[in-house]
């Protein structure tokens, strides 16, 4: 048997969002069509796919990715060497919003009634797979834990983007794809930021999306 991940060919997707962004395209290079009133900001499917034909649904790990040179420009700004972030907070990071991540999308799918989940592909299933990733994450203020009073303050605990594949686990076929840019609200004055504040943030983020995922999934498979 084999991991529905790894038989699954790759699809890359890349969202880049800059200050001032560009109308989204229409139609993507491989043919899915973007659809209006959409809870999620960009909501692209392919036409005349019949979603409500599958009975298994896989759902692979999130994987998360950092904004470009977020690592160097948050060094830059710490004169206390004791307070510089290393690779292993970037990757600790990582695995745990990946983590949370996945579990908020997978807590949705399983609520009532149930979405079949499964974890391998037998004999060429039809299983409709999702693969979430959240990419440009930008932390603003990381928490290092390192010893004595440190307090960091910012106007915005920060951002992150969700880019969500959905697609046949045959063939490989892109079905959909969502991109959705989440930014923290902007209280407007310094408040202070540290990792409690950061994760609360970021699992308000991902309860958002996986609630509207589900709505969307119910509705697109008749349910």
Same mark, same amino acid.
Do not use: C, H, W
């Given at each position: 048997m084999t991991k529905i991940w790894k038989c699954a060919l790759g699809i890359v997707a890349v969202a880049l969002f800059t200050g001032c962004t560009s109308p989204a395209p229409q139609e993507t290079h491989?043919?899915?069509?973007? #659809?209006?009133?959409? +809870?999620? #900001? %960009?909501v692209y499917l392919l036409p005349d796919a019949d979603l409500s034909s599958y009975t298994a649904f896989g759902l692979a790990d999130c994987s998360v990715a950092f904004r470009k040179n977020w690592l160097r420009d948050q060094n830059n700004s710490r004169m206390d060497l004791t307070r510089r972030v290393t690779q292993e907070d970037v990757d600790k990071i990582k695995d745990s919003l990946g983590e949370e991540c996945t579990r908020f999308f997978r807590e949705s799918l399983e609520e009532a009634p149930p979405y079949n989940l499964v974890d391998e592909i037998d004999n060429g299933e %039809?299983?409709?797979? /999702? =693969?979430?990733?959240?990419?440009? *994450?930008?932390? +603003?203020a990381h928490d @290092? !834990?390192?010893?004595?009073?440190? =307090?960091?303050?910012?106007?915005?605990?920060? %951002? !992150?983007? /969700?880019? *969500? %594949? $959905?697609?046949?686990?045959? @063939?490989? #076929?892109? $079905?959909?794809?969502?991109?959705?840019? =989440? =930014?923290?609200p902007d209280m407007g004055r310094l408040q202070w930021t540290n990792g409690v504040t950061n994760k609360a943030e970021a699992n308000r983020t991902l309860k958002r999306w996986a609630d509207n995922l589900r709505e969307g999934l119910d509705r697109a498979t008749g349910r």
């Open positions: 491989d043919g899915l069509v973007l #659809q209006p009133d959409s +809870k999620f #900001q %960009e %039809e299983v409709f797979i /999702l =693969r979430p990733a959240i990419i440009n *994450l930008d932390i +603003k @290092t !834990m390192s010893p004595g009073i440190n =307090r960091t303050y910012t106007t915005s605990t920060g %951002e !992150m983007t /969700l880019s *969500l %594949e $959905l697609f046949d686990g045959t @063939t490989g #076929q892109a $079905l959909a794809r969502i991109v959705d840019r =989440r =930014r923290a």
